[in-house]
């Protein structure tokens, strides 16, 4: 197939993303709201200063979900943390004060208390693993291991608290059963959260494998477990062995009470000042939430040791204390986390906004690329196409003409070209008006069309006249059966409208190489004047071109 110079690639480009379409130098019009020279890069960039000046507005933490990120805490975060921590200390000096004043037994607060702190740090080990499983960070999970002992341990502490669910005496152990088991909450759980930010400031920067996070998963829910286990067999089995805390009235027996506790608060005291430290340096949520925890937890230790049997104002206020320690986390992720999340969820608002309005640029931009295609393609057919038959004309004959010689040559075979001349289509069109004879020339150009091959070009060069150029052919004769062709297809009578005509054709036919070699304007030339002895043979034939201006018949 001869190709056509005149088609060229379309302007607009795919778009991938914000900066390809910022590269973009496709104009929008004036009439939809922006100036008639202004890029649409103009318009993105705009977009991306919005964005921009919205997420400078705010602390960059807000954007950020995680709560160990450094600098996820805010001003309010801090000052919250510090003020609650404070009212929690304050209050354990209160109760050390007055914390021997004797009140009602009422062993069944002990239920509530167990109950609450089972259910609260549940949840809250449950969340602290879903964090892991999110960040893959190994230090949510030893957290959450710590959070889950604290649930787990509730169950051997309420079966062994005397009077918590029988009317007297316990389900498991002794009466030193329940002692115990305070204590070894008391002193386990702060070694897991020690545990835990050691981890974190070691691997602070590290994500877990996805491999091996169900086996850490399953380690953080089984340690706690086999930790729990172990402290129900000492307290049922062997608690004949373990040195007695308390005597039969329930206040504390020598300095073995006092030790356990000491211990138990030394390591809680460690885990606070480690959880302040990384806290106040890093500005972390995570942090300066656990520390208040911390707070509370040792909140609970000062006011037992301090009490002097079960059932006074600071035993009381120690459970109470306890439930404080395990609520601080949790409100932490219903507050803050939901908090950061709000904000997470703003920010793919403006997203989805931006992005919306990013999706009508690129559409009002593939519109106005399709408006300048139809305009291109429609100046492509003007400047190359006849208006009224869509053939080819003079301008695209040319090079397709040139085209066709340069391939003869290449290849050294022949062409040839039919000058195609309607007879007496002036009377027609003079005595039937002119839209009979632009309907004639439309037919007369469809069935000289359908009497040549698709590697011809068949042309109007104007008014009544057509040209064919026959881009291969081996004999002379090819083109005189041509010509003979399409004289049979003229000359067949044309119904427009309601009335038959007939019309007829004289061809003149010019030979390359044999006519001329170099200049396709002279083979034209050449053609024509074959025409017209055709014209002057009687018309309805065709003439072949020789040198000499010697015509032969077909």
């Not at 190709?3 to 390809?20: H, I, K, L, M, N």
């Not at 925890?293 to 040792?298: E, H, I, Q």
Request: aromatic share 8%; with cysteine.
């Amino acid at each position: 197939m001869i190709t056509d110079p005149s088609r060229r690639q379309a302007a607009a480009s795919d778009v991938s993303g914000c900066d390809e379409v910022g590269r973009i130098a496709t104009r929008r019009p004036a009439d939809r709201g922006f100036g008639p020279t202004e890029p649409l890069s103009h318009v993105l960039i705009a977009e991306r200063k919005a964005i921009a000046g919205r997420s400078q507005a705010d602390p960059p933490n807000q954007w950020d979900v995680a709560l160990e990120q450094p600098g996820s805490a805010t001003a309010s975060t801090l000052r919250n943390s510090v003020g609650f921590a404070l009212a929690i200390l304050l209050s354990a000096g209160a109760v050390m004060a007055v914390g021997r004043i004797q009140l009602a037994a009422f062993p069944q607060f002990t239920t509530f208390q167990t109950a609450f702190v089972f259910v609260v740090d549940a949840i809250t080990g449950w969340m602290l693993l879903g964090q892991f499983h999110y960040r893959r960070r190994p230090s949510y999970a030893a957290l959450a291991s710590a959070y889950l002992f604290n649930a787990m341990v509730m169950v051997p502490f309420l079966l062994s608290f005397p009077g918590a669910l029988q009317a007297t005496g316990s389900v498991i152990g002794s009466g030193q059963s329940s002692i115990w088991v305070w204590h070894a909450w008391h002193l386990i759980f702060p070694v897991l959260v020690i545990l835990a930010l050691i981890i974190e400031y070691r691997f602070a920067n590290i994500e877990m494998p996805d491999r091996n996070i169900i086996a850490v998963t399953a380690a953080a829910i089984g340690v706690p477990l086999a930790l729990v286990a172990v402290i129900t067999a000492v307290v049922t089995e062997t608690h004949d062995l373990l040195p007695p805390l308390i005597d039969d009235a329930r206040r504390p027996v020598g300095p073995n009470f006092y030790i356990a506790g000491g211990v138990v608060a030394a390591l809680t005291t460690v885990a606070l000042l480690i959880s302040c430290v990384r806290g106040w340096r890093r500005l972390t949520i995570l942090h300066l939430w656990l520390a208040v925890a911390l707070a509370a937890f040792l909140a609970d230790i000062a006011a037992s040791l301090s009490a002097t049997g079960r059932y006074t104002l600071g035993w009381y206020l120690g459970r109470v204390e306890s439930m404080i320690a395990g609520s601080v986390l949790l409100l932490l992720f219903v507050r803050d986390l939901n908090r950061l999340y709000q904000r997470l969820a703003g920010l793919m608002r403006d997203l989805s906004s931006a992005n919306a309005r990013l999706l009508a640029v690129v559409a009002e931009k593939d519109a106005v690329v399709s408006d300048l295609q139809r305009s291109e393609e429609k100046v492509r057919q003007l400047a190359y196409y006849d208006t009224l038959t869509n053939l080819p004309n003079r301008r695209l004959l040319l090079d397709r003409l040139a085209q066709a010689v340069a391939q003869a040559r290449r290849h050294d075979h022949s062409m040839a070209i039919m000058f195609v001349d309607l007879d007496r289509f002036k009377e027609i069109n003079d005595a039937l008006g002119h839209d009979v004879g632009d309907a004639l020339l439309s037919q007369v150009a469809a069935r000289l069309t359908g009497c040549v091959r698709s590697s011809d070009t068949v042309s109007r060069s104007g008014g009544d006249e057509f040209i064919v150029v026959l881009a291969e052919i081996a004999h002379p004769h090819d083109a005189a059966r041509v010509a003979e062709k399409v004289i049979r297809a003229i000359d067949a009578p044309v119904g427009i409208g309601d009335q038959w005509l007939q019309v007829t054709a004289s061809i003149g036919i010019a030979i390359y190489p044999d006519d001329d070699r170099d200049d396709v304007r002279e083979l034209l030339k050449k053609a024509d004047q074959a025409m017209y002895v055709a014209k002057r043979a009687g018309r309805n034939t065709y003439r072949f071109y020789s040198d000499g201006a010697q015509l032969r018949v077909g």
